[in-house]
């Protein structure tokens, strides 16, 4: 198995139906935009993640890891 090291950044995330809360990982060393104009990802790994319902603001779940879509991102925000 092939290890990359990645570095973890915090993020919000929103979707057109959930506000996500966590730590994204990318290439050590790289910044969030690079990993965002990758095209060799579908999915990105986001780990101690919250999501909210993005109208109410409740929070449904908490998850370890959430693969998320690109496509269905809305908006990125980096803490």
């Given at each position: 198995?092939?290890?990359?090291?990645?570095?973890?950044v915090r993020?919000?995330?929103?979707?057109?139906?959930?506000?996500?809360?966590?730590?994204?990982h990318?290439?050590?060393?790289?910044?969030?935009?690079?990993?965002?104009?990758?095209?060799?990802?579908?999915?990105?790994?986001?780990?101690?993640?919250?999501?909210?319902?993005?109208?109410?603001?409740?929070?449904?779940?908490?998850?370890?890891?959430?693969?998320l879509?690109?496509?269905?991102?809305?908006?990125?925000?980096?803490?």
């Open positions: 198995m092939v290890y990359t090291d990645k570095d973890r993020v919000i995330v929103a979707t057109p139906v959930y506000r996500i809360e966590g730590d994204m990318v290439l050590k060393d790289s910044r969030l935009t690079d990993a965002l104009n990758s095209k060799a990802k579908e999915f990105f790994a986001i780990t101690q993640a919250q999501v909210f319902d993005l109208q109410t603001a409740e929070l449904l779940y908490e998850a370890e890891y959430v693969a879509n690109r496509s269905a991102i809305s908006v990125i925000i980096p803490l």
